[in-house]
């Protein structure tokens, strides 16, 4: 027997085989079959390689492809950061389960993938920002501003109360990035125009004016005729799907809400150990007024101006130096920076690591009064003065005791509610049928909610990711506790389907009264309709008033009526600007329905706006609100093109 299975694993059958097993391991590695790996991402982005653009995405060519994942917890922090942006924005109008919609999650999402979209188009297009640019953008911002112009102590204060706190060099990391990646949408948007022929004819239509005459027909009587049983069953046949009664379920859950915990007690030692682990968050760091005069020397420039530029540094450092020299009037008249130039060469209050190496090293090293130089730097060459000194300031324990006494109980808090949550998850799994044994254990109140349905219904059954979990298949069928909810910041769930109907058709019996009644409503919808086509067909032929008197009814009119005006309601005022413009001598009739009566309505004459009253101040405002839009449509127009050039895979279950 080894001898005849010897033989047959000798031949050309095993050896085309054992090629065949040696393909998905020269691919993917013995570690593939190995290991198994857990995805956690939100999101994943596939690009393909940048020698073959159209490559397919089919195996073996996927691997390939370079995989960019956003992953969840990315998109659970900008969840939480942008649901309290809005809650503080909006208020008590903050709309907690508008925000928790499919919808909205996925609107913050598509943010985040375009965004990375954005990073991975300018790495392919190789841009670069400055360092003139970077401080350029965060002196324009509001933050950092004290009367309008920027405070350094503001910023390295806002700086060091971030948690965790960012040094000046993190943050123009940060900044560097997002000017690069928004560099090239920013340029489309700016780049939009419109012309003057566009204007005009915007401004015609803006300022348009309309005479309009209506009529408002009364309601349809109520339809009193008979319902046969006959049309009853058709009725009932055609909408049978208006007829059911959804699905529902009715659960049991145990809360674990981390701010009922009771406040731990924290003492001095554990204060005082925070102090110093945080002493940069309360303390300033040293700063100095410092001016300088820039000779620019190009980086491609020749050596011969190379050595005239440091040539021309020199003199200037010497004249700085000079006693009695006026450092201001010479930066003024001679430095190459913009910036500073108008300014006496000032650059304002500087901390240390906030400028380029050698100069803030050079910068650091000297007094108050003091001019050095010439200093190199990529940007050239620098004459530097030193026109005051801060000392670095300390906020003293006893001032920052109740800040650290509240984060300190704040994390104690936390760790408290992670402790319970896990203990309670794991009580659960240790009886998975009931949360009642893992309830009393942990002293928790075991609730239950009434019935509802896939629409939600009160306390925790508004929320999005709780009927999510409510209705998945696992739920309805194991009858087991769930995993975790997190319901918000240190407020989590886990809950269990003790009751669970399924939607059903309601028997004609149950409903004769709905279905009646909805056919009386179409009779009467069906009048109404048939009434206003008749007095429209009526106006067309003998005008408005005419119809109107013959039918008993009393026209209004409105004269001179500009868009936007809601007269007699916006839905009827943007039907009278939606009709066709009437013809020569005649007028334009139209219908709209307005709550449950019919307006019947002619627009007798339109004017355009006189574009020769418009001044040069509100031409150049619509302009600039026209490019603004046309830009904006132009910028997503190019996401769009970017998206496409992607695969774009959305873990729909992790939203």
Do not use: C
Not at 215 to 221: D, F, S, Y
Not at 503 to 512: C, D, G, I, N, S
């Amino acid at each position: 027997m080894l001898q005849k299975l010897r033989e047959k694993t000798s031949g050309w059958i095993a050896t085309v085989i054992l090629g065949l097993l040696i393909v998905p391991f020269a691919f993917f590695g013995m570690e593939s079959y190995m290991s198994q790996q857990v995805d956690n991402y939100a999101a994943r982005i596939a690009q393909p390689p940048s020698w073959w653009k159209s490559a397919p995405q089919v195996w073996p060519v996927t691997y390939l492809w370079k995989i960019h994942d956003i992953d969840a917890q990315a998109y659970r922090e900008r969840l939480e950061v942008t649901r309290m942006n809005m809650r503080e924005q909006q208020g008590e109008n903050f709309d907690p389960k508008a925000f928790e919609s499919v919808e909205n999650k996925r609107r913050i999402l598509d943010a985040l993938i375009d965004e990375q979209l954005m990073k991975l188009a300018a790495e392919r297009d190789g841009i670069v920002i400055g360092d003139v640019a970077v401080r350029d953008a965060i002196q324009k911002f509001p933050d950092f501003q004290v009367d309008g112009a920027f405070n350094a102590d503001r910023y390295q204060l806002l700086l060091a109360s971030q948690n965790p706190p960012l040094t000046p060099r993190d943050f123009e990391a940060r900044i560097r990035d997002s000017l690069k990646n928004e560099l090239i949408p920013a340029g489309i948007a700016r780049s939009a125009f419109v012309t003057d022929a566009e204007l005009d004819r915007l401004m015609r239509l803006l300022g348009e004016r309309r005479d309009v005459g209506f009529v408002t027909l009364p309601p349809a009587a109520p339809d009193t005729a008979e319902v046969t049983a006959a049309q009853i069953d058709a009725w009932y046949q055609a909408h049978k799907s208006d007829y059911r009664k959804p699905e529902s379920v009715r659960l049991e859950y145990v809360e674990v809400d981390g701010s009922a915990l009771p406040a731990p007690a924290v003492d001095e030692a554990a204060l005082r150990k925070r102090y110093q682990e945080q002493i940069a968050k309360y303390s300033s760091a040293e700063k100095r007024e410092v001016a300088h005069i820039l000779v620019a020397v190009a980086a491609n420039a020749s050596d011969a101006d190379k050595k005239a530029a440091e040539a021309k540094a020199r003199k200037l450092a010497a004249e700085a130096k000079a006693p009695g020299a006026d450092f201001a009037a010479l930066a003024s008249a001679s430095s190459d920076d913009a910036g500073s130039k108008a300014s006496g060469g000032s650059l304002g209050l500087i901390t240390k690591g906030g400028m380029p190496g050698a100069f803030d090293d050079t910068a650091f090293a000297m007094q108050a009064g003091e001019v050095r130089g010439p200093v190199k730097t990529d940007f050239g060459w620098h004459i530097i003065r030193v026109n005051g000194v801060q000392a670095a300031v300390q906020r003293p324990f006893e001032d920052a005791r109740a800040e650290l006494e509240k984060e300190l109980q704040e994390g104690s808090r936390e760790r408290a509610f992670n402790e319970l949550t896990g203990k309670l998850v794991d009580a659960a799994y240790r009886t998975p049928t009931s949360l009642e044994p893992a309830a009393k254990a942990l002293g928790l109140p075991l609730q239950t909610t009434p019935a509802f349905t896939r629409a939600g219904g009160p306390g925790i059954a508004s929320d999005q990711k709780v009927l999510r979990v409510a209705f998945s298949e696992t739920m309805l069928q194991d009858g087991t506790a769930s995993d975790p909810i997190e319901l918000g910041p240190e407020r989590t769930v886990l809950i269990r389907v003790i009751d669970h109907e399924a939607e059903k058709a309601l028997p004609l019996t149950q409903v004769r009264d709905a279905v009646v009644a909805a056919i009386r409503a179409d009779r009467q919808r069906k009048a109404a309709d048939t009434a206003a086509d008749a007095l429209v067909k009526a106006a067309k032929a003998k005008g408005l008033a005419v119809a109107a008197q013959e039918a008993g009814l009393v026209v209004a009119d409105l004269n001179d009526i500009t868009r936007g005006m809601p007269v007699p309601s916006p839905q009827a005022a943007q039907a009278f600007f939606d009709q066709p413009r009437p013809k020569a001598g005649g007028a334009s009739v139209g219908k709209v329905l307005v709550g449950d009566q019919y307006l019947v309505f002619a627009v007798r004459a339109v004017r355009d706006a006189d574009i020769g009253q418009v001044t040069p101040q509100e031409r150049d405002t619509l302009r600039k609100q026209m490019s603004a839009a046309h830009g904006m449509q132009a910028q997503n127009a190019f996401i769009r093109a970017a998206r496409a050039k992607y695969s774009i895979k959305v873990a729909e279950d992790r939203l």
